[in-house]
């Protein structure tokens, strides 16, 4: 099945700084989300981005699909994007409404 | 949210009892997911349905059984729980509701998760 890579794992950031978080995929996919778990586990949907650039807010997300992966920006971070961020995407074809996901990026910001 | 319940949102039980978790969804959405979070596990789908009545296997669907008989309910069953079934649970709805709330037809959304302790 398709593989999925995150990275960082881990991310400590003062509050006010941006970041960008990666997702690597090993194949063509026709649904890439970014979710946010927060501290209370809800997942809270980000982006549906299977390709192109979108935004909202501080954050802004870019998908080129024919490369191959994902990426998720923050800026001007705040205590409450603390969190575990997910990226997850369904495979081209069959099934592809399956969602596959990464292991997650750990974000902490501290005041 | 995409109107979706969960229930119970806690369950405490033993090795060996029958368990069932519903997930309910208010605004018709065509297709139905549980997924199951472990630590440094991500979220691993068990089960989905496509339909009333449709119902395919996931990634990790050994020693669950699910069911939909009607287009707001999917249940999952675990026939007798063992202690590795201990995680939290997550359904998620995707495909336009009669509401169209939502925007594609692929993106799916989750309900709150329900904690299973199996000692």
């Known amino acids: 099945g398709i593989q999925v890579e995150q990275s960082p794992p881990d991310l400590i950031l003062q509050e006010g700084a941006n970041s960008t978080l990666r997702c690597n995929f090993s194949?063509?996919?026709?649904?890439l989300q970014w979710f946010h778990q927060n501290p209370w586990g809800q997942l809270i949907n980000l982006f549906y981005?299977?390709?192109g650039t979108k935004q909202n807010g501080r954050l802004s997300a870019t998908t080129v699909a024919t490369e191959r992966y994902s990426l998720l920006y923050i800026s001007s971070s705040q205590t409450t994007d603390s969190g575990v961020y997910f990226c997850?995407?369904?495979?081209?074809?069959?099934?592809?409404?399956?969602?596959?996901f990464g292991k997650g990026t750990k974000l902490s910001v501290i005041p | 949210d995409a109107g979706i319940t969960q229930s119970p949102r806690h369950k405490v039980t033993e090795t060996g009892t029958p368990v069932t978790l519903r997930c309910h969804q208010t605004?018709?959405?065509?297709?139905m997911y549980w997924y199951r979070q472990d630590p440094g596990h991500g979220l691993r789908l068990i089960h989905y349905s496509y339909g009333v009545k449709d119902t395919d296997k996931g990634e990790v669907s050994d020693g669950y059984s699910v069911s939909r008989s009607k287009t707001e309910d999917f249940l999952l069953t675990l026939e007798s729980a063992t202690s590795s079934q201990t995680s939290v649970y997550f359904c998620?709805?995707?495909?336009?509701?009669?509401?169209?709330?939502?925007?594609?037809?692929?993106?799916?959304?989750f309900g709150p998760g329900t904690r299973l302790t199996v000692l």
């Open positions: 997850a995407v369904g495979a081209s074809g069959a099934g592809s409404y399956q969602l596959t």
């Open positions: 981005i299977p390709s």
């Open positions: 605004e018709n959405h065509r297709y």
């Open positions: 194949d063509s996919v026709n649904n």
């Open positions: 998620a709805i995707s495909g336009s509701g009669a509401s169209g709330s939502v925007v594609s037809y692929n993106e799916q959304f």
